[in-house]
């Protein structure tokens, strides 16, 4: 295990956080700012914010799970593409291994020489890096977690608003919906730059 601690593993599931608090903020507060602005009274204001915050958890979660399956498909479609074209043609795909490493700054010599001993040590995994940019096998992308961590992440960020509505004093929501929405944004960022 790297001792660096490296920050690219939690890539995935912060960006579907991020971007899920992020909407669940802004859409949350515009939801209720809309409907206070409309003369709704208050049971009806939590009313249809917690039906807002439902159905933009949801929403966000079905998204996020349909993009990242979506990935893992291409990269599962690629890898087999590679798979194939290693049995069929290994010849072709040791010299193109070589020319990528050449392309790289490696003497011809040697990168046919480290092209052959990656090609011994896991061909498809060789490949899977040089070519197609994949740092491990297909599925590192894990749909479940993204939806979950931004279904998770709307819900908790478009509930600050909703938060400010119940508690500002009457009179005062429209204030209280736009106050909490500004500070919850402007955590986020800090919260998103700390963790990235």
Not at 28 to 55: C, D, K, Q
Request: glycine share 14%; proline share 3%.
């Amino acid at each position: 295990m790297p001792k660096e601690g490296h920050y690219i593993n939690r890539s995935g599931w912060l960006r579907a956080a991020v971007l899920g608090a992020n909407d669940g903020i802004v859409s949350m507060a515009s939801l209720l700012v809309g409907v206070t602005s409309a003369g709704m009274g208050p049971g009806n204001i939590l009313l249809t914010g917690l039906a807002g915050l439902t159905a933009g958890a949801f929403s966000m979660a079905a998204g996020e799970y349909v993009s990242v399956s979506t990935q893992s498909d291409v990269e599962a479609a690629d890898l087999e593409r590679e798979r194939v074209a290693l049995a069929e043609d290994p010849d072709y795909e040791l010299s193109e291994l070589a020319e990528g490493l050449e392309n790289r700054g490696v003497t011809s010599d040697l990168a046919l020489e480290v092209a052959a001993q990656m090609t011994d040590h896991d061909a498809l995994g060789a490949h899977a890096r040089e070519e197609l940019g994949m740092f491990g096998l297909a599925g590192q992308a894990n749909p479940a977690l993204a939806a979950g961590a931004s279904a998770l992440a709307f819900a908790v960020g478009g509930g600050l608003p909703l938060l400010g509505a119940a508690l500002a004093p009457a009179g005062f929501t429209w204030g209280g919906i736009a106050g909490v929405a500004v500070l919850a944004l402007a955590l986020l960022g800090a919260c998103s730059a700390k963790l990235g």
